[in-house]
């Protein structure tokens, strides 16, 4: 199964309408885009609760890494430079932090609030290798967006 991206879209626009509860919102995306997609193997938030530091927030799939500092990993890369990160092969990726060994390939996106602000990170793991396209980045950044941004 390969995610409809519109129909997730406008699934997630319903299930978060009039919602403000960061955690609330987080949940449900995770939940969503989860089980949209036989590639996403984990899928969950990294919140940054100070600056340079990310601690996990609402996930699926197996153990996540508590706590990732700015200057680690995938998702630290992503919250510092404020860049989508999206990992062919983990193993060729400096620093990536293995909470699971069965990855292969991961997507992250930078989350913002309505100033801009990076307030946490969208991390996807595959244990395919290479699963993730820039489409992927591009529909899954508009839905992070919309419900973020507004
Ligand atoms: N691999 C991530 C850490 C989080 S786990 O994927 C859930 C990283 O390198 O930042």
């Keep these: 199964m390969t995610a409809d991206y519109d129909t997730l879209a406008k699934t997630i626009a319903a299930?978060?309408?009039g919602e403000t509860d960061q955690v609330a919102l987080m949940a449900t995306i995770t939940c969503e885009v989860h089980h949209a997609d036989d590639r996403f193997d984990w899928t969950g938030f990294y919140r940054v609760t100070q600056p340079g530091l990310l601690k996990i927030g609402p996930y699926q799939g197996g153990h996540g890494c508590l706590v990732i500092p700015f200057d680690r990993g995938v998702c630290g890369?992503?919250?510092?430079?404020?860049?989508v990160q999206l990992?062919?092969?983990?193993?060729?990726?400096?620093?990536?932090?293995?909470?699971?060994?069965?990855?292969r390939s991961e997507l992250v996106l930078p989350v913002r609030d309505a100033s801009g602000k990076?307030?946490?990170?969208?991390d996807i793991d595959s244990n395919q290798p290479d699963a993730f396209t820039?489409?992927?980045a591009t529909v899954l950044g508009a839905i992070l967006t919309d419900v973020f941004a507004r």
């Design 118 to 122: 990076v307030i946490a990170v969208f």
């Design 77 to 83: 890369a992503a919250a510092r430079t404020g860049e």
């Design 87 to 103: 990992v062919p092969d983990v193993e060729a990726f400096p620093g990536h932090i293995a909470c699971a060994t069965s990855t």
């Design 134 to 136: 820039d489409q992927d």
């Design 15 to 17: 299930l978060t309408e």
